[in-house]
């Protein structure tokens, strides 16, 4: 089923997160995600490159997946699109490879630390190649918050937008991140509206100074406000949940559905 709140129907995607121990341990693959996520009743899957244990083998097996169950994919990346590292900027055009060889249109990935300067040129060689590339294969880079990263406020991400300028780049608001950032989520979507792609949602919980990420429902962020807001917006964009599944995550997904529909 899409999920239906105020005038927008939206994708929902499943994410390797909600199996990450299981992913890791090599207790299942990847190309078990689909099956999964169609029982469920959500219609897509995020990947990522951590996630692989044998690109070769897993690559094709996962197109099958996605074909046999019509589920739509998107991809994610950890390596930045502005590095000083050469190499890591080599790693970053590979992943887009990886995306496009599963089918994805949307590969998310973080700004890095941004260059400082003139002697610094090649940041930005990197970063258009990788963007370049990505509109090569038809792709958009949703550039994300992420907390654990420079370049995680809003305005830096407002401004990083602003100076790429290509139409290849869209925004990934991640919920649970501006919150753990400090920063108003609310205020972020606003500003951010006009570029935003994807999703990534998790709620929170917020218990004497800490913040502990949750599955949808289960925390303080008033979901119906955040679609809403994202109707506002007029972009239609897939839906992302990105929380940790526990010790049952396909009850922590159902939940999860079951509250984005209700709203």
């Known amino acids: ?23 890791k341990s090599g207790t299942m693959e990847v190309q078990e995600l689909p099956a999964i996520a169609a029982r469920l009743g959500a219609q897509g899957v995020e990947f990522r490159e951590v996630y692989w244990k044998d690109r070769g083998r897993q690559i094709p097996l996962v197109r099958e997946a996605l074909a046999a169950t019509g589920m739509i994919p998107t991809y994610a990346t950890f390596t930045t699109l502005f590095n000083r590292d050469p190499e890591a900027r080599q790693r970053l055009l590979a992943d887009l490879d990886d995306a496009r060889a599963i089918g994805a249109g949307m590969m998310r990935v973080f700004r890095g630390e941004w260059p400082s300067g003139p002697e610094e040129a090649d940041m930005w ?34 401004e990083a937008i602003q100076a790429i300028n290509s139409p290849v780049m869209v925004v990934n608001i991640d919920t649970s991140n501006y919150v753990r950032n400090g920063e108003d989520l609310m205020m972020a979507i606003k500003r951010l509206g006009p570029w935003i ?62 509250h984005l529909a209700a709203l």
């Open 1 to 23: 089923m899409n999920i239906v709140a105020g005038k927008a129907k939206r994708q929902v995607l499943i994410c390797g997160v909600q199996y990450d121990k299981q992913l």
């Open 197 to 258: 792609g994807y999703s990534h949602l998790k709620d929170v919980k917020r218990t004497n100074g800490t913040v502990d990420v949750t599955y949808l429902g289960n925390g303080d962020l008033n979901f119906r406000e955040i679609i809403a807001a994202y109707d506002a917006t007029g972009r239609q964009f897939p839906l992302c949940m990105e929380f940790g599944g526990g010790d049952d995550p396909e009850a922590a997904i159902a939940n999860s559905l079951a």
């Open 125 to 158: 060689d990197g970063a258009w190649a990788a963007i370049e590339k990505a509109g090569a294969y038809g792709m958009h880079l949703a550039l994300e918050n992420f907390s654990g990263s420079v370049g995680n406020k809003y305005r830096q991400i407002y």
